[in-house]
Nanobody, 129 residues
């Protein structure tokens, strides 16, 4: 089972950009779907996006569609989440996690954080002027 770590968070002004990284410290990500989730203070963890194994398909929740983009690194160990433009509602701790077979199709698709394992420690994203 892979071990994950997130990085790239920080404090950004509204309208700015960030690129988060989800990196496997052992093994590769090419055989897993990778999901991104976020949790704002006092809120439940929510879905953001997921990418199926080998980056075949990607899914974005409506709140981030058109602003967030998932991509896979050439090293097969990293998945990136690029975000622009950012709004204060994007402030949260962002987590990545893996699922061994999820397809993550575009459009209407429901999945839960409980379907994912190998969670990273999270990276804080704060949007404020």
């Amino acid at each position: 089972q892979v071990q994950l770590g997130e990085s790239g968070g920080g404090l950004v002004q509204p309208g700015g950009s960030l690129r988060l990284s989800c990196t496997a410290s052992s093994g590769t990500l090419e055989d897993y779907a990778v999901g991104w989730f976020r949790q704002a203070p006092g809120q439940a963890r929510e879905r953001v996006s997921c990418m199926s194994a080998s980056a075949a398909t990607t899914h974005y929740v409506d709140a981030v569609k058109g602003r967030f983009t998932l991509s896979s690194g050439s090293d097969t160990k990293t998945v990136y989440l690029e975000k622009t433009p950012l709004t204060p509602d994007d402030t949260a701790v962002y987590f990545c996690a893996t699922n061994p077979g999820m397809m993550c199709p575009a459009g209407t698709f429901q999945y839960s954080s409980t379907q994912f394992g190998s969670w990273g420690q999270g990276t804080q994203v704060s949007i404020s002027s």
